[in-house]
């Protein structure tokens, strides 16, 4: 896990009705890059480690002929639940309120293990390790991410970019310079290579994919106010008797950088590891 930082159970608290307006989603392509990388024909069996509101298995949800996604947060699985309900799919998907480290938790065995921007927040050479063995022979694990070298601008698009540097400023004199997590601070930030952890794991490859992203996004105040209460540094829990100062001023900011209150952005490519386990 992160250096000198312990896990607690606040770290999203409260961000679940937020995540699923507030986050960017991934590229659209990616059933599809991964159905064909994966062969995967409708019948096999989804796990979604650290699944959030089901942004990963939700999306997913139509290759496989059951999902499950487990997270420690209950509204993040209250979230995951009401999603799958207006999706229609709620007959295929389980959801369990859980830590990764818990796992197995008798779930049974999975074609796939997809971790969606989840794995950095666990014990990651544990949870590498118990999710092997729950994949059946020939299964694969997905780190899924955002494409983080690319340059994405709003160049050329009707509305002005959300001003991010200077949302990030303001949630700065409200909250201190260090990033907040939880009931902690991240003094270094979260921990990176997780190839050599899955590698360390037993798994092989991994195979890279990039799914192009780039479509055109219209973002109001209310959906930018939503990603800044998404993330795990700036959820609404952490400002305390201040959030409505906050967000009077996050409004007033957001307002001056776009009086029409529209803001354009383009989407994030999203970026895959696949990584073969057993067999």
């Known amino acids: 896990m992160p250096e000198g930082w312990e896990w607690d159970d606040t770290l999203f608290l409260g961000s679940a009705p937020y995540y699923r307006r507030g986050r960017l989603p991934y590229a659209p392509g990616l059933p599809d890059v991964l159905a064909d990388a994966l062969a995967l024909d409708g019948r096999g069996r989804l796990l979604d480690v650290g699944c959030g509101p089901g942004t990963v298995a939700l999306g997913l949800a139509h290759l496989f002929g059951d999902v499950v996604g487990v997270d420690p947060d209950g509204g993040m699985i209250a979230e995951a639940e009401r999603q799958a309900r207006g999706a229609g799919v709620s007959a295929k998907a389980r959801w369990v309120r859980a830590r990764a480290e818990e796992l197995p938790l008798d779930l049974g065995t999975f ?150 209150g529209r803001f354009s952005e383009r989407g994030p490519s999203t970026e895959v590891f696949v990584w073969d386990g057993p067999g």
């Open 111 to 260: 074609t796939v293990a997809a971790f969606g921007q989840s794995f950095h927040w666990m014990e990651r050479d544990l949870v590498a390790s118990l999710v092997k063995d729950m994949l059946v022979p020939g299964g694969a694990l997905l780190h899924i991410a955002d494409l983080k070298t690319e340059t994405r601008t709003a160049d050329g698009l009707p509305h002005p970019a959300a001003p991010y540097a200077a949302i990030s400023a303001l949630t700065e004199r409200y909250l201190g310079p260090v990033r907040r997590a939880g009931r902690g601070v991240l003094r270094h930030g979260t921990p990176g290579d997780e190839a050599a952890v899955l590698t360390r794991a037993g798994f092989a490859g991994p195979r890279r994919y990039v799914v192009p992203g780039g479509q055109e996004l219209v973002r109001t105040p209310e959906d930018v106010a939503a990603w800044v209460f998404s993330l795990s540094f700036s959820a609404p829990h952490l400002f305390g008797g201040q959030r409505d100062a906050f967000e009077a001023d996050l409004a007033r900011l957001l307002r001056e950088a776009s009086p029409s």
